[in-house]
C-alpha cells in the first residue's frame, strides 16, 4: 500500500502546483477550480490509502517474496449471476430520457431504480 | 558469460501446458446460455461483451465515415444534404470516440486486469455488469436520433454552444445525444473506480506494483484520468441539457452566460480523453512488442513514469484546443504541449529500444504492433506542430487538424487494437487465427489507412476546413479528396479477411494451449479460454514476467532472482500450490492423478 499511497500523494501534489502555476499566469477561474478539484480527488485516495496503511499494515502483494500460501483462506465472495444490473441500467436510462421525452417515462424510471435497487440488497446469492 | 554445468535432462524448459493439463481439460468461464449472457457478473464474459459491442459500433461509426468519404468524393453535394452531413459527421464523431475507442480500453480492462493480477474477477462485478449495460443503452439512445424529426445532432462531437443550445439544435436528436454522452459517461466512471480498486486490493501475493503487466498501470492511470475528466464533461452536458430544458443561462452570452466555460469544461474532459484512448493501447503494444522480440521490456520503470507523466500532463494541456478563441493563457498551455512530447518521446524510444537486438519475430500481433508506431509516430510529429500557436491559428478546424486526430486517434487505437485481437484471441477462445489471412489484412489496412488520411495534410494545409459537405474544384481539393476516398473503399476491403479469418478459426476445434506465443505474463499461466474465476493454480511471481520464469524455471541464471527457491519452498512445505506435474527432475513420474480437475466440473478432487 506504500507506493499507491506515495502515488496518490503525488497527484494532489502535482494539481496543487500546477493549479497554483495556472492561477498565477492565467488567472481563470474555470481551470483552476477543475485543477483544484483534482487535487481533492487525489487527497480523498491518498488519505484512504495512508489510512489503510496505518490500520492493516503491509500485505503479501507488496513483499517480494510473497508466494501464493501467504494468502490462504477465503479471500473473498463472489456474486453470482443475477439480472439487476441489467435492469438498474434500463430504469437509469429511462430516468435521464425522461427528461428529454416527458415525467411519464421519468416517474417509470425512478420506479424500476426504486424496486431494483431493494431487490439489489436483498439478492445476495441465489 | 560463464556457462553453468548441469546435467542435461535439466536443461528442459517447462511449458505452461504441464501444468494446467492438454487444452481443454478445463471447461471456459463463459455463459451458455443467452439468459447467461444477459445476466452474468463475470469479468470475462463482460470483457468479451464489451469488445463485440464496442466493434459492432466501429462498424456503423465506419458506415457512416463510408458516407462522409462519398460525400467528399467530388465536389457538390450527391449523396445526403448539408444537415444530414452534419448529423453524420457528428454520429461519426461521438460513436468512435464515446463508443467505439474507449469502450474497447474497457473491454482489455475487463478482460485482462484480473488475469494479468492473478485476481479472480474484478472488485465489484455486478457494478461492472450495470456499467455495460449503462454502456449499451447509452449508444443505443445516441442512434435513435437518426430517427427522430429533424435528425440526429449535428453539431460536432464536442457540441459546443451557443449552436448545440435551444435556437441553434432545436431538435430532440441533440437532447438525445446529450442523453447518450451522460450514460455512457457514468458507465466509464463506475468502471474506473471499478479497475483502481482492482489494481489496488486484489493483486496476487508477490505481484508488487512493479510487477505488474505496464498494460495494468496503463489501465490504472487511465482509469485515474477518466475519474477526473468524465464527471466534468457529464456535469458540463447536464447544464447544457439545462440550458436547454430548464431555461438556465449556464452557456448564453446574451443572458451573461458564458460559451469559453463550456468549452473550457468540455477539453478538460476531451484531452484527457485522448490519452484515455490511447493509453491502454500503449499498453498493448507494450505487452506485444516483448513477446515477439524475445527480450525483456527494456525501461519497465521509465515506462511507468512516462506513463505517469503523460497522465500529469494531459490533464493540462486541455486548451490547446482553444488557442482561436483568443481567451486563452497561449504560453502556459503551448509549453505543457510541447512538454508532453518528452514523455511519449521515451515510450517510443523504450518500444525500439525492446526491439534493437531482438529475434523479432513477424507474427500477426507484432506486424500490427509496428503499424501501431508507424501511425503514432506520424501523429505525434503533426501534433507538436499544432502544439505551436502560431501554426495553429493557420491549420486550426482544417483537414490538418482532422488527419492529426485520424493519426493518433483513429490509427493508433485501430492498429493496436488488432494487435490485441490477435495476440489474446487464442487466450479467449482456445484457437489461432491464420497468419496468412492476418499478413493481408494488415497491409491492406496499412495501405487503406495511410492513402485515406495522408492526403488530408495536404487538403489541410491548403485551406479546406473540416465539417463541410461540398467543396470548390481548387487547389487540389477535387484530386486529394478521390485519393482519400479511394483509401476508404481499401481500408474497408482490408476488413474482410479478417471476418474471414475470424469464421474460419472458431470453426476449429480449441487446440492453441494455454501460452502459444510463449509470453511473458500472468493472463498465459492458466488454461485458455480460462476456466470460471480464472486460476486454479498459480506460479510464484518474482519478476513482471511470471510466465517466461516458470518456463525457464531450472536455469537460475536465466529466471529472475527467487525463482528456484519460490520452487523448491512450495516442494517443501506447501504442496497444495505444486502442479499437476509434480516439480521435480525426474521427467517419467506421471501427473498427480488424485489433484487432476474433473473435466465436466473444473473441480479438483484432492
Redesign the interface.
Known amino acids: 500500500?506504500k507506493?499507491?499511497t506515495i502515488?496518490w500523494i503525488?497527484?494532489t501534489a502535482?494539481?496543487t502546483l500546477?493549479g497554483a502555476?495556472?492561477w498565477a499566469?492565467?488567472g481563470?477561474p474555470?481551470?483552476t477550480s477543475?485543477?483544484l478539484m483534482?487535487t481533492g480527488?487525489g487527497g480523498l485516495?491518498a488519505g484512504w490509502?495512508w489510512d489503510w496503511r496505518r490500520r492493516h499494515g503491509e500485505r503479501?502483494?507488496?513483499?517480494?517474496?510473497?508466494?501464493?500460501?501467504?494468502?490462504?483462506g477465503v479471500?473473498?465472495v463472489?456474486?453470482?449471476?443475477?439480472?439487476?444490473?441489467?435492469a438498474?441500467?434500463?430504469g437509469?436510462?429511462a430516468t435521464?430520457?425522461g427528461?428529454?421525452l416527458g415525467s411519464w417515462m421519468l416517474i417509470a424510471g425512478v420506479a424500476i431504480i426504486a424496486s431494483q435497487l431493494a431487490l439489489?440488497v436483498r439478492d445476495t446469492d441465489g | 558469460m560463464t556457462t553453468i554445468e548441469r546435467p542435461d535432462e535439466d536443461q528442459r524448459l517447462y511449458s505452461v501446458d504441464d501444468f494446467v493439463g492438454p487444452p481443454g481439460t478445463l471447461p471456459s468461464g463463459l455463459p451458455r446460455t443467452l439468459v447467461g449472457w444477459l445476466t452474468t457478473t463475470d469479468h470475462k464474459a463482460l470483457g468479451v461483451l464489451y469488445a463485440i459491442t464496442s466493434l459492432v459500433f466501429l462498424a456503423i461509426g465506419g458506415a457512416l465515415a463510408g458516407i462522409i468519404r462519398t460525400e467528399l468524393a467530388e465536389p457538390g453535394l450527391q449523396v445526403v444534404d448539408e444537415a444530414t452531413y452534419n448529423s453524420v459527421f457528428t454520429i461519426h464523431g461521438s460513436v468512435m470516440v464515446y463508443l467505439f475507442a474507449v469502450p474497447f480500453g474497457f473491454a482489455l480492462a475487463n478482460y485482462l486486469i484480473p488475469l494479468q493480477i492473478g485476481a479472480p474477477d474484478l472488485a465489484f462485478p455486478r457494478l461492472n455488469a450495470l456499467s455495460y449495460w449503462l454502456y449499451v443503452f447509452g449508444g443505443a439512445i445516441m442512434l435513435l436520433g437518426f430517427v427522430t424529426d429533424g435528425g440526429a445532432a449535428g453539431f460536432g462531437w464536442f457540441a459546443y454552444p451557443p449552436l448545440s443550445g435551444p435556437i441553434g439544435s432545436p431538435g430532440l436528436g441533440a437532447d438525445l445525444w446529450i442523453v447518450s454522452i451522460i450514460l455512457t459517461g457514468t458507465s466509464g466512471t463506475l468502471t474506473a473506480v471499478n479497475v483502481i480498486s482492482t489494481i489496488t486490493m486484489m493483486r496476487a501475493p508477490g505481484m508488487t506494483m512493479f510487477r505488474m503487466p505496464i498494460l495494468c498501470w496503463n489501465l490504472f492511470l487511465t482509469s485515474f484520468m477518466v475519474l477526473l475528466a468524465f464527471p466534468v464533461l457529464t456535469g458540463a452536458l447536464i447544464m447544457l441539457e439545462a440550458d436547454r430544458r430548464f431555461g438556465t443561462d449556464f452557456f448564453d452570452p446574451t443572458q451573461g452566460g458564458s460559451p469559453i466555460l463550456y468549452q473550457h469544461l468540455f477539453w478538460f474532459f476531451g484531452h484527457p480523453e485522448v490519452y484515455i484512448v490511447a493509453l491502454p493501447f500503449f499498453g498493448v503494444v507494450t505487452e506485444v512488442i516483448p513477446v515477439f522480440s524475445r527480450r525483456p521490456i527494456f525501461g519497465y520503470k521509465g515506462l511507468v513514469l512516462a506513463t505517469l507523466t503523460i497522465a500529469a500532463l494531459s490533464t493540462s494541456v486541455w486548451a490547446h484546443h482553444m488557442f482561436v478563441t483568443g481567451q486563452v493563457v497561449l504560453p502556459f498551455f503551448a509549453a505543457t504541449s510541447f512538454l508532453i512530447a518528452v514523455p511519449t518521446g521515451v515510450k517510443v524510444f523504450n518500444w525500439i529500444g525492446t526491439m534493437w537486438g531482438g529475434s523479432i519475430s513477424f507474427e500477426p500481433p507484432m506486424l500490427f504492433a509496428i503499424g501501431f508506431l508507424v501511425t503514432f509516430i506520424a501523429g505525434g510529429l503533426t501534433g507538436v506542430m499544432l502544439a505551436s500557436p502560431t501554426l495553429d491559428f493557420h491549420l486550426s478546424d482544417s483537414y490538418f487538424v482532422v488527419a492529426h486526430l485520424h493519426y493518433v486517434m483513429g490509427g493508433t487505437v485501430i492498429f493496436a487494437l488488432f494487435a490485441a485481437i490477435y495476440f489474446w484471441w487464442p487466450k479467449v477462445t482456445g484457437r489461432m487465427l491464420s497468419k496468412r489471412l492476418a499478413t493481408v489484412h494488415f497491409w491492406l489496412m496499412m495501405v487503406g489507412f495511410n492513402l485515406t488520411f495522408f492526403v488530408m495534410h495536404f487538403l489541410g494545409r491548403d485551406g479546406m476546413a473540416r465539417r463541410v459537405a461540398d467543396y470548390e474544384p481548387v487547389d487540389g481539393f477535387e484530386r486529394w479528396n478521390l485519393v482519400s476516398s479511394i483509401g476508404m473503399v481499401v481500408l474497408t476491403v482490408s476488413f474482410l479477411p479478417f471476418v474471414v479469418n475470424v469464421v474460419w478459426s472458431l470453426r476449429q476445434p480449441p487446440t492453441a494451449g494455454a501460452d502459444p506465443w510463449e509470453a511473458n505474463s500472468l493472463e498465459w499461466a492458466t488454461s485458455s479460454p480460462p476456466p470460471e474465476h480464472n486460476f486454479t493454480w498459480l506460479p510464484p511471481i518474482r519478476s513482471e514476467r511470471p510466465v517466461f520464469d516458470l518456463r525457464w524455471m531450472n536455469h537460475e541464471d536465466v529466471s529472475a532472482t527467487g525463482t528456484t527457491e519460490a520452487w523448491t519452498a512450495r516442494s517443501d512445505h506447501d504442496s497444495r500450490w505444486l502442479p499437476l506435474h509434480p516439480f521435480t527432475d525426474d521427467h517419467d513420474v506421471e501427473p498427480r492423478a488424485d489433484s487432476r480437475p474433473d473435466a465436466d466440473t473444473g473441480a479438483t478432487t484432492t
Open positions: 500500500m507506493l499507491e502515488l503525488g497527484v502535482y494539481f500546477i502555476l495556472y499566469v492565467g481563470d474555470t481551470g477543475l485543477l483534482a480527488l485516495v490509502s503479501p502483494e507488496d513483499r517480494v517474496d510473497a508466494d501464493a500460501s501467504d494468502e490462504t479471500v473473498g463472489y456474486p453470482t449471476a443475477s439480472l439487476r444490473p441489467l438498474l441500467a434500463l437509469m436510462t435521464v430520457l427528461v428529454v439489489l
